[in-house]
């Protein structure tokens, strides 16, 4: 890596050197050369060129196009760089373009793009089997936070419903240059082959999820007064809740029965 780059704190730019840990998280993924893998911010391209040794089918999405020298020995390699926003991208017109077998996201994230990037994939519908994500280690138990706890949200009910989460290890600062002054988890997000809950009417189960959770101090009676209030209260009467429950207090499976008999 050329240390007279400009490194921008803007973008996250902490690139990783610990060759250990670039192994690790390429590992991770059990990618062939039939499969597909997305990189989010290739940055110098340190773990693209692991992945290209895998497969060619390799799409990066880089923000800075200032990393363009340094990443085109891997566009010639065989990488598909493309240079913006991810979080502007219209990743499924992309990927139509490539027959593959299983597609992997792979992504050392910035920390203030990691959850807008999660709320992407799952948005968007990306037919994705597997994602590796490094992310800050205080973010990592947000993604699997059990209900009751103060990391539970919307967010951690829409992971759970497609994907199954596994840490799968931690990352110390002193891996990266320039050091950032956090460590970092890896994480693993796996397809289920099942959704977590069966729920009649799916947008609905978004909608309604997404809505108890709008104002974090507020009740269900609140945060639901444009739903049926008296099939959400016969609902919650079952579970010994009432509408003045909060929606942390509120799991997965009962939000599935919450929205069955909404539906
Ligand atoms: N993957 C490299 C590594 O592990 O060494 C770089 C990781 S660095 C933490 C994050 C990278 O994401 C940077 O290259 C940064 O420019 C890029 N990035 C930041 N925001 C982005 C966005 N919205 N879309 C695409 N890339 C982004």
Redesign the pocket.
């Known amino acids: 890596m050329d240390k007279n780059f400009n490194f ?1 704190k803007k ?7 610990d060759e250990n840990i ?1 192994n690790k ?1 390429v590992n991770s993924c059990e990618v062939n050369d039939k499969d597909l893998v997305i ?10 060129e692991k992945l290209l040794e895998k497969t060619k089918k390799v799409i990066c ?4 196009t200032d ?1 363009k020298d340094l990443l085109k020995p891997l566009e010639i390699n065989g990488a598909n760089i493309i240079y ?5 991208q219209d990743v499924n017109k992309v990927i139509k373009e490539y027959k593959y077998n299983n597609l992997f996201i792979i ?4 920390y203030y ?1 990691t959850t807008p ?1 999660i709320n992407k994939i799952i948005d968007d519908k990306l037919p994705v089997n597997k994602c590796v994500f ?1 992310i800050q280690k205080e973010v990592a138990d947000r993604f699997k936070a059990s209900v009751g706890t103060k990391q539970y949200n919307s967010l951690s009910i829409f992971i759970d419903y497609y994907f199954e989460v596994n840490k799968l290890f931690d990352v110390s600062r002193n891996s ?1 240059f320039p050091v ?1 002054n956090v460590d970092s988890t890896v994480i693993s997000l796996e397809k289920r082959s099942h959704n977590k809950v069966n729920v009649k009417n799916e947008d609905l189960f978004f909608k309604l999820v997404r809505d108890a959770f709008k104002f974090k101090r507020k009740t269900i009676k609140n945060n639901l007064k444009n739903y049926n209030l008296n099939i959400v209260e016969a609902v919650l009467k079952k579970y010994n809740m009432s509408l003045q429950t909060r929606a942390e207090a509120i799991s997965i499976e009962i939000f599935k029965e919450l929205v069955d008999a909404l539906s």
Not at 84 to 88: H, Q, R, T, Y
Not at 107 to 110: D, K, M, Q
């Open positions: 921008k973008y996250g730019q902490n690139f990783l050197k670039l998280i990189e989010i911010g290739p940055g110098a391209g340190a773990l693209t999405f880089e923000i800075d990393l913006g926003d991810f979080l502007e992504a050392n994230l910035p793009i990037i490094m990266f950032p």
